[in-house]
């Protein structure tokens, strides 16, 4: 089986020696860059499976990065962030990133998020009941990874899709939070409620008519999450 194949990208360049390590142990592909600028181009010559991307970048930073990136592609991407840039995680998270860890961090608790992140991905993209889910206004294709609303085709992360499929395909089942972290992100005890919050934020403003007063992703108060409604 062909290894994954992982951009990292970093101007600490101690940070991209020690992550590459730990990534090349565990039997992963590693390209790195240490600049923003190009970034992207080395995306489309080299088509990572995932990318860890660091916030702060000389040239065009990450932030803008992955905004450009999900004009066209899904990739996952995991950010890396100082502590202290709580607003740039949660903008990074809102414009399509799937995940992040702050730093310093531990490389081999790095390379298990980027494991199970690959893992949901992959598991995501292979199910084995391939059909579409219909609801009103909205359809979700499993297969193709195709989301549409009102007939018009929607851009999601891949965090995104898994969260809404695994709601929709358990219609009005209460998810816990904790619930949700192991069943979408596969990483329970690393869980931040933040990163949850967002995703389910960003849903809401692609499929909800109102994401205001939700039609679908329902907050059940004190307890987490639920999807409401059954197939048309």
């Not at 690959?118 to 979700?140: G, T, W």
């Not at 809404?164 to 209460?174: E, I």
Request: with cysteine.
């Amino acid at each position: 089986m062909q290894a994954s194949k992982i951009l990292v990208v970093d101007d600490d360049h101690h940070i991209l020696e020690i992550v590459s390590l730990y990534l090349r142990r565990d039997g992963f592909e590693v390209i790195t860059a240490d600049h923003g600028d190009h970034v992207l181009q080395l995306i489309t010559e080299q088509r990572p499976d995932l990318i860890l991307l660091d916030i702060l970048l000389p040239g065009m930073d990450g932030i803008e990065l992955c905004r450009q990136l999900r004009k066209t592609s899904d990739i996952p991407v995991i950010f890396l962030s100082a502590k202290s840039e709580d607003i740039d995680i949660i903008l990074g998270l809102s414009i399509g990133g799937d995940d992040y860890v702050t730093k310093p961090f531990s490389p081999a608790q790095l390379v298990a998020r980027v494991k199970a992140l690959l893992r949901r991905c992959s598991s995501s993209r292979n199910l084995a009941d391939q059909h579409v889910l219909k609801f009103p206004d909205l359809e979700i294709d499993l297969h193709s990874h195709i989301v549409k609303v009102q007939e018009r085709p929607i851009a999601l992360s891949a965090k995104e899709f898994d969260l809404l499929s695994l709601l929709a395909q358990n219609p009005n089942r209460v998810y816990r939070i904790e619930q949700l972290f192991e069943q979408v992100w596969s990483l329970e005890s690393f869980g931040d409620p933040r990163t949850l919050i967002v995703h389910i934020s960003n849903l809401r403003k692609k499929i909800e008519p109102n994401p205001s007063d939700p039609r679908y992703i329902i907050t059940v108060r004190g307890v987490g999450y639920k999807f409401n409604g059954s197939p048309v």
